[in-house]
């Protein structure tokens, strides 16, 4: 069953970035989303991620923590820091859950935190939550 504040709604407009070190949970991403025509890219580690913000700014990105090449933490830390790239929503999805690890992911500066295994009604509820936060943002300007 489709969520109300999916259906009739246009989604093609947004681009998703989609990050982990794991091809079938990237698979899992981008078929949940795909459904409702997200426009998703997807980087395997967090320095293909920040190659891909710098080629074209994602509205949404969400981002495993535990990656080789860079981690999580230091994705969000870099994009933070970076004014062309501070405000980008980022939406954590990790199999880490301890309550240190969900302190420091919106300490470092992540909007919101999912824990794996993603469950679908939950991403798209996040997913959804985060985009009109970006949509107001533009209209404000």
Do not use: W
């Amino acid at each position: 069953m489709t969520p109300l504040y999916a259906q009739n709604h246009d989604y093609s407009k947004f681009l998703v970035l989609a990050v982990d070190d794991i091809p079938l949970n990237l698979l899992l991403v981008q078929k949940m989303l795909g459904r409702f025509n997200f426009r998703i890219k997807t980087a395997a580690n967090g320095e293909q991620a920040l190659q891909s913000v710098a080629a074209e700014k994602p509205d949404l990105i969400l981002l495993d923590l535990m990656m080789p090449v860079l981690d999580g933490f230091e994705v969000i830390r870099r994009l933070r820091a970076n004014p062309e790239t501070a405000d980008i929503q980022i939406v954590i999805l990790s199999a880490l859950n301890s309550n240190e690890d969900v302190v420091k992911g919106f300490n470092v500066g992540a909007n919101d935190f999912i824990m794996k295994p993603i469950i679908m009604e939950k991403l798209l509820s996040c997913v959804v939550t985060q985009l009109q936060l970006v949509e107001a943002r533009k209209a404000e300007k």
